[in-house]
């Protein structure tokens, strides 16, 4: 979808918001007409690769500052990627463990743009900011969707009092009668991209835009705006400025991912190298949180007895099942086997159950420690990265 882009004196009726309702970022449009995308960070593909190819260095984006920044590096950290940033006020750092890969701090959007334009190769950034800045941009491909930190929903809000008092759903904000051409629907938002889309989507005809940043939540107390399309995390910001979401007004859901030049990837082997190292660290240390491993030992005649009984209480499976080896005892100078360890992988929601299971089958010195990676023979989204960019 596009925007066409009207200047407010078109619009007689909306001359009262001219000079104080309406800033001088906004712009008017009616939802039913043709848009149009905004241009890409390059017009010229050759340029862009060529500034691929110029360089041999792989460039990791990430951003520069707020919770985002500051989640995206704990994370790095404990997957053992620790960025080592010499001095906080410059824009380029190294991860010691990765050799030839710069990390550059830049705004989230810029990291979108500068994947496109050939200047990133990699980039941790809010799904909901590869879709505003990305546009569907085939180039953007989606390494890891889901990085467990900056949870959120894009989403529309309205007043919860006035002519809105009584308006729970999408569908009845549409059908109120007091939005038409001369009068329409005023929405505050940044998000200029997906905001228009989803109300062009949803049969809102008559909606004009203002571009906002910040504290988007006073606007329609200020009478700037009728609605906000924002992100939200927990509501509670919304509530305390007397708003509400509605039925039907999430735009989309939103989290942490691992985004990447498909140019990149394909077409230089040393990006598709390092992605696979920083995807399988993610992925081990992502599959590992909230699982712990349970060790225990149990009398039995065998393994295969011991397992048996394992394998009967149904919180003692384990990932593949249960670890069974035989404890060597030394008694009347005798080596023998009279103890079996197990061990198994528990999710912290059965932990305390697994541990009384164990209990009763005879177990005793349980022992309990978290578990720091999970690798597999091989990290799922590693196979599907290489089938979406056609290497398999």
């Not at 200047?7 to 848009?35: G, I, M, N, Q």
């Not at 707020?66 to 080592?84: F, H, I, P």
């Not at 549409?174 to 038409?180: G, K, R, V």
């Not at 397992?307 to 384990?318: D, F, H, K, T, V």
Request: charged share 25%; proline share 5%.
């Amino acid at each position: 979808m596009s925007l066409t882009w009207r200047p407010v004196t078109e619009f007689p009726a909306l001359s009262r918001f001219s000079s104080s309702s309406l800033s001088s970022r906004s712009f008017v449009f009616a939802v039913s007409c043709r848009t149009s995308a905004a241009p890409p960070a390059s017009t010229d593909r050759n340029v862009d690769k060529k500034k691929a190819h110029e360089r041999s260095e792989v460039r990791l984006g990430l951003p520069s500052k707020g919770r985002m920044a500051v989640d995206t590096l704990d994370l790095l950290k404990e997957c053992q990627l620790s960025v080592n940033q010499v001095n906080p006020r410059q824009y380029v750092a190294e991860i010691p463990l990765i050799s030839n890969l710069e990390v550059w701090f830049q705004r989230p959007k810029d990291v979108v743009r500068k994947l496109i334009s050939g200047d990133l190769d990699l980039g941790i950034v809010g799904l909901d900011t590869v879709m505003e800045h990305g546009q569907g941009n085939e180039d953007l491909i989606i390494v890891h969707d889901a990085l467990e930190f900056g949870d959120c929903r894009l989403s529309l809000a309205i007043p919860n009092y006035g002519i809105f008092e009584n308006i729970n759903s999408l569908k009845e904000l549409a059908e109120m009668p007091q939005w038409m051409p001369e009068r329409p629907l005023r929405v505050a938002t940044s998000f200029t991209h997906l905001g228009p889309k989803f109300m062009k989507e949803n049969g809102l005809k008559y909606v004009t835009f203002s571009t906002a940043d910040g504290a988007l939540e006073a606007a329609p107390a200020m009478g700037t705006a009728d609605a906000i399309v924002d992100l939200v995390s927990s509501g509670t910001t919304l509530k305390e400025n007397n708003m509400k979401e509605i039925e039907g007004g999430i735009i989309m859901q939103s989290q942490a991912v691992l985004v990447a030049s498909r140019r990149s990837l394909v077409e230089r082997e040393e990006v598709l190298n390092i992605t696979r190292e920083i995807l399988e660290r993610l992925e081990a240390h992502l599959s590992a949180i909230g699982q712990f491993t349970v060790t225990a030992n149990t009398r039995g005649t065998s393994a295969q007895e011991v397992a048996e009984r394992i394998l009967q209480q149904p919180s003692l499976s384990g990932l593949q099942g249960p670890t069974v080896s035989p404890v060597f005892c030394k008694q009347d100078g005798e080596v023998s086997i009279q103890y079996y360890a197990v061990v198994i992988c528990v999710p912290k929601k059965d932990l305390y159950k697994s541990v009384q299971e164990l209990r009763a089958i005879g177990g005793s010195g349980v022992l309990i420690s978290p578990l720091t990676y999970i690798f597999d023979k091989e990290t799922p989204r590693w196979r599907q990265l290489l089938m979406k960019l056609n290497l398999e």
